[in-house]
């Protein structure tokens, strides 16, 4: 899996492109570089294989969190 901080997100993936964009309220941070760098994002861009079972998954999550 990759892990690629951008100026404006995270990407997560094996695949080069990003299929899946999911955009957070707020901003959160993830270090980098050895914890080094505190990098705060607002946008995670995701490559999966399938987008469907992914959606059907946090929607779920989010049912049972009563959101």
């Given at each position: 899996m990759h892990l690629v901080f951008m100026l404006i997100g995270l990407f997560l993936g094996r695949g080069k492109r990003a299929n899946v964009l999911l955009s957070l309220d707020r901003d959160i941070s993830c270090f980098s570089m050895m914890?080094?760098?505190?990098?705060?994002?607002?946008?995670?861009?995701?490559?999966?294989?399938d987008c469907q079972a992914l959606a059907t998954q946090l929607q779920g999550k989010l049912k049972a969190q009563g959101q």
């Open positions: 914890g080094m760098l505190n990098e705060p994002f607002d946008k995670v861009y995701l490559a999966v294989e």
